[in-house]
């Protein structure tokens, strides 16, 4: 199914972007990366591909079986009878033509930034921030809202439980307030944490004390989530605080493609507009931050 808006067309659930809707994603991912600065986030970069095992050890197949989209290699000698056999233009290829999957694409951004960790000390506060290329096998999709592809700028915390929360609680803010900065207006709310079970005693716990928090634009659209996950990767993963104790963590996303489609809404598709109100607040927290220099 195609869909389409001025500056821009999905296909499939994948998405294209043209030369000006390319410029929006770059200042609204610079303004994600000042926010993540602001929290004194490092910046990293991991591979595009997860292994099958760590994904596993988070029960992603378990309680997510319908959203995977793996990655495997072609079985030479089974591609080469199929072509033999038919001459018909590919549209697909056959399981019997693979080899067995042994990497995964990246369900979300953050993933990596845990099992990178693994058996490891972070301290009272580790702050990370990384961007991928995400990638879920949705029911359906709906223009830039829902994609089987889509790019997410994420910001992780790693330590003990007070300052991790205390952070993400300060990110949350901050993405909030340059929603209304933009004119984008949001609220928030509660949701279930995807990472856990929902049958699970946590879930439970998350229904009692929710830990997922979506910042929700128009009727349904979730353009942040913010996730407190406990001790789940700590756990998970052997990822260690201070003085031995368990790793608690957290993370809030932002789906690009989700701020451009509540964007262009705002600003009534004219996106030469709205790219002068970010490049305008670019250039009033870069004036904000030589003044604080200044005074220093």
Known sequence: MCDSGKHWATHEGLATLDPLAVRLKDL??????????????ERMQFPPLL???????????KNF??????????DAQAMND??????EAWTEISHDCLA??????????????????RDAPVGRLKTITTAANCYRNESHYLGLRRLKSFSMREIVFIGEMEPVTRA??????????????????????????????????????QK???????MVYGDDLAISSSNFHRNFFGQRFNISSVDGQTAYTACIGMGLERWIHAML???GNDIERAIARLEALEDELASASEADAALA
């Not at 609204?28 to 986030?41: E, P, V, Y």
């Not at 993400?168 to 928030?188: N, Y």
Request: proline share 7%; glycine share 4%; charged share 20%.
């Open 28 to 41: 609204l991912d610079a303004s994600f990366l000042n926010i993540a600065a602001s929290l004194q986030a």
């Open 51 to 61: 292994k099958v095992a760590d994904v596993d050890a988070l029960d992603y197949f």
């Open 65 to 74: 079986p319908q959203l995977p989209l793996l990655v495997s290699a072609t």
């Open 82 to 87: 199929r072509r033999e056999s038919s001459r």
């Open 100 to 117: 067995h999957a042994t990497h995964i694409l990246p369900p979300a951004a953050c993933y990596p930034v845990y099992s990178h960790h």
């Open 168 to 205: 993400l609680g300060l990110a949350r803010g901050r993405i909030h307030d340059l929603a209304g900065a933009l004119g984008v207006e949001t609220r928030l709310e509660n949701a279930m944490d995807p990472f856990f079970d929902p049958n699970s005693t946590r879930a439970v716990t």
């Open 208 to 214: 009692m004390f929710p830990t997922k928090q979506e």
């Open 265 to 267: 809404e705002v600003y």
